[in-house]
């Protein structure tokens, strides 16, 4: 988001540039009316528009491919589970969006402020309708604007003065120079921390009076015009009415009024915008920043998904370079194999099934989710389950867990999340002696309300705990639709994998973290990735474009979205001597 604003503020003042020292001057001023208007629209589009003509396209190559190895510890195993924890903490709004809050409202009470000062003002003057508008006649004053169809006009003005005005504000009215006016109004309240919405409003009130000016001046002795602009009256302080007396402005409006027609070629230099919006274009498609698909225009921040590292605290441990060591994996080759076999061994050593859950009949899969800190200690410790008593112990085999050696991205110590499952399964021999059939049915009932409830409210259900996988085509009738599903999706990545050859010829190699979701309708949305270069990442979103759509995955009978994740791995074979 705040990329987002700063490239606006960077577009808009290259806008603002261009009028100023090229087009300000000339005599077009309803082009540059429209250029004002339509650059302002222009600098909040540009951002996020990126064009492929734009990316860099090299031809791929043979590469190894790494597979990815799916394991009972996957990252999105419990995500759904842990997505209602510390709801107060989610909710915390920064220091930088209390400001943020507080400027909005200060600018939104100055808007109804001066809304109400014009209501006073209609109000208390005195109103004369006519066909074409409303004549609000002031007392004691000398003020002369327009607000919409409403002219204001104080009753000090000579008469003399009076068909020369009236035909001015006529031309704000026709022309709905107050809608331009507002519109900036509207931007002023939403950013009003940005300056160049201020003087964007300020260059189009100059180009209202200038076009007004011009019309009266067809139809009036020139001259006598002049004159009458050259009185500086009061006027009333509102950003969003068109003043006809504005101190400010009647010099360069007398100016404006003696200076020749602009000769038709120096409209040519209008065509400066085509580069600049090319140059703008270039930037923003070629940016290394993270890809995503999906056509809605605002995409909610996925909670532990592969993005990239400065906009994440947390390093997934599915996706990190360098895994935490858990002590006495320092020598082993697969350190990530070795910390599940060690953390599997660290649950058998303290795992207790209290006995008051045991009589009770009380079983179920407690969800669980640590990170590990930079220096290695283990923190932010959240757990689900069926009952409190197995949370407790839970809590107790993680708090046990020694300090690793802490995970590193790109060389640098990182926190690093890990979810796991502890399973609290009452034994064959225990059904038998303490459990009648009536009671195994109400444990069956209570177990399957509890994934109910868990899921119930969930946008997203992982793969590995949906009820219904999605079903890849051509695993309609086998067996396990899962292991089904991994072997398909890993035979389509080596099927349409490609190296690009100028990453090749540099060196370029390593993982790109991928993630999609499989919507509703079986069709393949919101993906994401994070790599160590932007041509590896538009390999691996061409292969993730290229999945067919699936049978879609299925929740208590319902068809839901199911998040996806996987690596795929980059790496340059050794040549031979």
Not at 22 to 47: A, D, I, K
Not at 114 to 140: A, C, M, P, S
Not at 232 to 237: I, K, L
Request: with cysteine; aromatic share 10%; glycine share 4%.
């Amino acid at each position: 988001m705040v990329q987002y604003v700063i490239e606006s503020l960077a577009f808009q003042l290259v806008f603002i540039i261009i009028y100023d020292v090229f087009l300000r001057r000339e005599t077009f001023f309803q082009w540059n009316r429209l250029y004002l208007l339509g650059t302002c629209v222009l600098s909040f589009l540009m951002p996020l528009i990126a064009l492929d003509i734009f990316k860099s396209k090299v031809p791929g190559a043979v590469a190894v491919y790494t597979p990815f190895m799916f394991s009972n510890y996957d990252l999105d195993t419990n995500a759904a589970l842990l997505n209602n924890t510390n709801v107060a903490q989610q909710l915390t709004m920064p220091w930088y969006g209390i400001i943020f809050s507080i400027g909005v409202v200060v600018a939104l009470f100055l808007f109804l402020f001066k809304i109400r000062q014009l209501h006073k003002l209609r109000k208390r003057g005195e109103k004369t309708v006519y066909t074409d508008f409303t004549e609000v006649v002031l007392k004691q004053s000398n003020s002369a604007f327009s607000f919409f169809k409403t002219i204001f006009l104080g009753d000090k003005i000579k008469t003399k003065e009076y068909a020369n005005i009236i035909e001015h504000e006529l031309v704000h009215i026709r022309q709905k120079h107050t809608v331009d006016l507002l519109f900036f109004e509207v931007l002023r309240i939403a950013l009003w921390f940005n300056p160049l919405v201020y003087i964007y409003q300020s260059r189009i009130s100059e180009v209202h009076e200038f076009i007004a000016d011009a019309k009266v001046a067809k139809i009036h002795r020139k001259e006598q015009y002049e004159l009458l602009l050259s009185q500086v009256f009061q006027t009333e302080n509102i950003s969003f009415i068109n003043h006809f007396f504005s101190s400010s402005l009647i010099k360069k409006r007398i100016k404006m009024l003696q200076k020749k027609q602009s000769k038709k070629i120096w409209a040519s230099k209008y065509l400066l915008l085509l580069p600049t919006i090319v140059c703008i274009l270039f930037y923003t498609s070629s940016k290394g920043q993270e890809k995503d698909t999906n056509t809605e225009s605002d995409i909610q921040e996925v909670k532990d998904t592969p993005v990239k590292q400065d906009e994440m605290a947390d390093v997934p441990f599915s996706v990190i370079d360098e895994v935490p060591v858990f002590p006495g994996c320092e020598n082993a080759t697969d350190k990530r194999a070795c910390f599940n076999d060690k953390i599997n061994e660290h649950i058998r050593k303290h795992f207790s099934y209290p006995e008051s859950a045991q009589k009770e009949g009380v079983q179920g899969r407690v969800s669980v989710r640590f990170v590990m800190m930079e220096d290695g200690s283990i923190g932010k410790i959240q757990m689900r389950g069926p009952d409190v008593r197995l949370e407790e112990v839970a809590l107790n085999i993680i708090k046990k867990i020694p300090n690793v050696t802490p995970g590193k991205q790109r060389g640098k110590a990182v926190k690093v999340p890990f979810s796991l499952p502890i399973t609290f399964k009452l034994t064959p021999e225990s059904d038998k002696e303490k459990l009648t059939k009536d009671v195994k049915a109400a444990l069956l009932r209570k177990e399957q309300e509890e994934k109910d409830r868990l899921y119930k409210d969930a946008k997203e259900v992982p793969f590995s705990v949906i009820d219904e996988v999605p079903v890849f085509p051509g695993c309609e009738n086998a067996t396990d639709k899962k292991a089904c599903f991994n072997d398909k999706i890993n035979e389509h990545i080596r099927k349409h994998f490609s190296y690009p050859e100028s990453a090749q010829k540099e060196g370029v190699q390593g993982r790109v973290s991928v993630r999609f979701v499989m919507m509703e309708d079986g069709s393949i949305g919101k993906i994401q990735m994070r790599g160590p270069d932007v041509r590896l990442e538009e390999v691996a979103l061409n292969i993730i474009k290229k999945l067919p759509n699936v049978t879609p995955g299925k929740q208590r009978g319902k068809a839901v979205k199911v998040p996806f994740s996987l690596p795929i791995t980059f790496k340059l074979q050794k040549k031979n001597d």
